[in-house]
């Protein structure tokens, strides 16, 4: 099974394009969604979000145990969607959790997981300006390096704007 990172801009496209992928390969896929609706904006978006997959997904939330997640998942599907790293990557900050430990068990866990195809989603946030404090800056530096670890093990790298995916690594994707 090859693992496949899609990175891109918020509203980029790049769950479309993951969920293509994920569709295409997959005959259960499941999709692991790490958001927490913790105000009513971000339950909108939960419920936006989970009203166009329906019928089409089975749905998995995990906002902090993902690794174990993953391998749970893959005993009854045979593809994942994980959207999203970058608020995996919050999860874990707000939770005072060692965000580069938990990078290193993703990481870990994918490289000896392949019962099933697994696609990251992830928002590319260092593209902008430098943030304004420390907090951002240090989510961009944790976001940057999770990304660089990931791509180097991952067997197909996209990044995704104006919804046209570019092949960074490995196979074009054919769709």
């Known amino acids: ?10 509203r980029s496209g790049k769950t479309a394009f993951a969920e293509r992928l994920v569709l295409r390969s997959g005959a259960k896929p499941v999709y692991l969604a790490t958001a927490q609706a913790l105000d ?4 909108d978006r939960v419920s936006s979000h989970q009203a166009s997959r329906a019928g089409r997904f089975a749905t998995i939330e995990e906002p902090i145990a993902l690794p174990r997640a993953i391998v749970k ?3 009854s599907h045979d593809a994942i969607l994980v959207d999203c790293l970058t ?9 005072n959790e060692d965000v580069a430990s938990a990078v290193s068990e993703l990481c870990a866990t994918l490289v000896e997981f392949r019962s099933a195809k697994v696609v990251l989603v ?6 902008g300006i ?4 420390a907090m951002a800056r240090t989510f961009r530096d944790l976001a940057g390096s999770a990304h660089q670890r990931l791509a180097e093990i991952c067997d197909d790298v996209y990044f995704v704007a104006a919804g046209l995916p570019m092949t960074m690594k490995g196979e074009a994707p054919g769709i």
Do not use: C, F
């Not at 099974?1 to 918020?10: E, F, I, K, N, S």
């Not at 430098?130 to 404090?133: A, G, K, Q, W, Y």
């Open 130 to 133: 430098v943030p304004d404090n």
């Open 40 to 43: 009513k904006e971000m339950r």
């Open 73 to 75: 998942a893959g005993q």
């Open 122 to 127: 992830s928002n590319e946030v260092g593209l």
């Open 1 to 10: 099974m090859r693992h496949t990172l899609v990175l891109g801009g918020a």
């Open 87 to 95: 608020l995996w990557l919050t999860n874990l900050l707000i939770a």
